[in-house]
């Protein structure tokens, strides 16, 4: 089965590197959590209310600064560790993440009041805490999980392209290098624009279960390079010239597009709630519909469909597909899947939460005038 599934590669380790494997996860949750603890950091209001004090909750924001020292340290192998574990320990720190995760779900968890989900399984999964914070707010569960995850999401997939080319040499695939730039880009922005999460979905509306801790740490850092696990053991499709350069241009633009328009919607969104009655980029004039105390931003990116963002998601998500160069080939397709999966799943409880928000006949009122929820014209 696991040859035939293009993955006996990963399965290659000796007994005490499995193991070692296992335990990979434990130590980068712990370094993370001193290097956000130790490094300096700037304090900045965020989007959540804490409801102590009825003000902005306070975090402290370091992600660029532990993302430029973990890429050194990987870079140099300061640790010791070869840049190919990652991603050759790969089954076995998912396995391990999953197990430490689950732990920390279940004190997280029980040690907090019952809330609204009664079920304890359920209670599990979603979480009753919304936030969690130590030290004077010094150290923040949720920006640590963005911190953790984009970080090895982009080591992971370095790893996988130095493995990729200590076993091909001259014959590797050029999309596989594209591919790690690709994450690599998409993680350095993520902290470029850090402040720029504090209004994104998870902050605001997730609890802090398994679905978080798992998702925000395992299936971020180690898993969204699901594609790579098949990917990597494949050499260069052996394109002509002239088709080389079509394909990776090509997936190059359809990712910048995609970025482009997520970036945009988000940096757009995070503009209207700090000055919302500032022009974005100095030309888009805000309109929106008022709800009360609140307003619902319906002009620019935001007038075109509701989560316009995501449909830059899947643009990007379709680019990381093509990039490798076989088209046909299932495991190149496992992070648009799960991507589009995701956010048509997430728009739908997004709506939700904007309904109970803004009130359902204010939403009402929105989706009216904004009729497609991701995809203009088609869904």
Not at 44 to 54: C, Q
Not at 64 to 88: K, N, Q, S
Not at 146 to 168: D, E, I, P, R, W
Not at 321 to 339: E, I, M, Q
């Amino acid at each position: 089965m696991i040859e035939w599934l293009g993955i006996g590669h990963l399965f290659e380790l000796s007994r005490t590197e499995a193991v070692a494997g296992f335990f990979t996860p434990l130590v980068i949750f712990a370094a993370f959590f001193l290097a956000q603890l130790i490094l300096p950091g700037r304090r900045v209001p965020g989007y959540v209310i804490n409801p102590e004090t009825g003000e902005p909750r306070s975090y402290r924001l370091n992600g660029l600064l532990v993302f430029a020292i973990a890429l050194i340290v990987w870079a140099l192998e300061l640790t010791g560790m070869p840049r190919d574990w990652f991603y050759r320990s790969s089954i076995y720190a998912v396995a391990g993440g999953t197990v430490f995760t689950t732990i920390f779900t279940i004190i997280s968890v029980l040690s907090q009041p019952q809330g609204k989900v009664k079920n304890p399984l359920l209670a599990l999964w979603f979480g009753r805490a919304q936030e969690l914070s130590f030290f004077n707010e010094r150290f923040d569960v949720k920006m640590y999980f963005y911190v953790v995850g984009g970080t090895m999401l982009s080591l992971n997939a370095l790893s996988g392209a130095v493995y990729h080319y200590q076993l091909f040499g001259e014959s590797s695939n050029p999309g596989v290098f594209l591919y790690a730039a690709f994450f690599t880009f998409y993680v350095l922005d993520y902290f470029i624009f850090e402040r720029v999460q504090l209004y994104t979905y998870d902050l605001i509306h997730e609890s802090l279960g398994f679905k978080l801790w798992w998702g925000g740490l395992v299936v971020y850092g180690w898993m969204f390079i699901l594609p790579l696990w098949g990917m990597a053991a494949y050499p260069d499709p052996g394109f002509s010239p002239a088709w080389s350069k079509v394909w990776l241009i090509g997936a190059a633009a359809l990712f910048l597009f995609g970025w482009g328009i997520s970036r945009g919607a988000n940096l757009q969104k995070y503009s209207f709630k700090r000055w919302p009655d500032r022009k974005f980029l100095g030309l888009i004039e805000p309109r929106f519909i008022e709800a009360g105390d609140r307003r619902i931003l319906c002009s620019g990116l935001w007038g075109v469909a509701r989560h316009f963002n995501y449909m830059g998601e899947g643009f990007l998500s379709l680019s990381i597909a093509l990039v490798f160069g076989y088209f046909t080939n299932l495991w190149a397709w496992t992070y648009c899947v799960f991507v589009v999966a995701m956010f048509t799943y997430r728009q739908r409880d997004d709506d939700r939460h904007c309904a109970e928000k803004y009130g359902p006949e204010k939403w009402g009122e929105y989706q009216a005038r904004v009729k497609y929820r991701i995809v203009p014209g088609i869904y």
